[in-house]
């Protein structure tokens, strides 16, 4: 949904510029859209990530395998606030332990954000 909106955005006059200079269809997918659409399907992949990432009904439905769960139900199944000396140092070292990759992935697709808003363009 979040690409065809910004696809939407694209002007027409970009697709005809590029068949003026002898472009075909896949030219001009590759040599004049994949560059402005790069930091938008980073953007939507990065978030796709993250949503999947910190999933905790499905994987809680579907995984019937203790070892297969995910960080945030393992997570979750290691608090049991019923015990008088709950381990709060273990707790937040596996929660800082499941954010690394999700952190990992931000940052390097960090520059990729900006770049694309200057990739393509009309002069006016």
Same mark, same amino acid.
């Given at each position: 949904?979040?690409? $065809?909106? #910004?696809?939407?955005?694209?002007?027409?006059? %970009?697709?005809?510029?590029?068949?003026?200079?002898?472009? &075909?269809?896949? *030219?001009? %997918?590759? *040599? $004049?859209?994949?560059?402005?659409?790069?930091?938008?399907?980073?953007?939507?992949?990065?978030?796709?990530?993250?949503?999947? #990432? /910190?999933?905790?009904?499905?994987?809680?439905?579907?995984?019937?395998?203790?070892?297969?769960?995910?960080?945030?139900?393992?997570?979750?199944?290691?608090?049991? /606030?019923?015990?008088?000396?709950? !381990?709060? &140092?273990? &707790?937040?070292?596996? !929660?800082?332990?499941? %954010?690394?990759?999700?952190? $990992? $992935?931000? #940052?390097?697709?960090?520059?990729?954000?900006?770049?694309?808003?200057?990739?393509?363009?009309?002069?006016?």
């Amino acid at each position: 949904m979040y690409v $065809v909106q #910004f696809l939407r955005t694209i002007p027409g006059e %970009l697709d005809e510029a590029a068949t003026i200079d002898g472009c &075909n269809s896949f *030219k001009i %997918l590759i *040599k $004049v859209l994949l560059p402005i659409l790069k930091p938008t399907l980073i953007t939507v992949a990065l978030f796709q990530f993250m949503w999947t #990432f /910190t999933e905790f009904q499905g994987p809680l439905i579907y995984i019937s395998s203790v070892e297969k769960y995910p960080v945030s139900i393992a997570l979750r199944m290691a608090m049991d /606030t019923t015990s008088v000396d709950f !381990s709060w &140092n273990k &707790n937040i070292a596996m !929660s800082i332990i499941g %954010l690394i990759p999700s952190i $990992v $992935v931000y #940052f390097s697709a960090q520059k990729h954000f900006i770049g694309g808003s200057t990739a393509g363009g009309i002069k006016g």
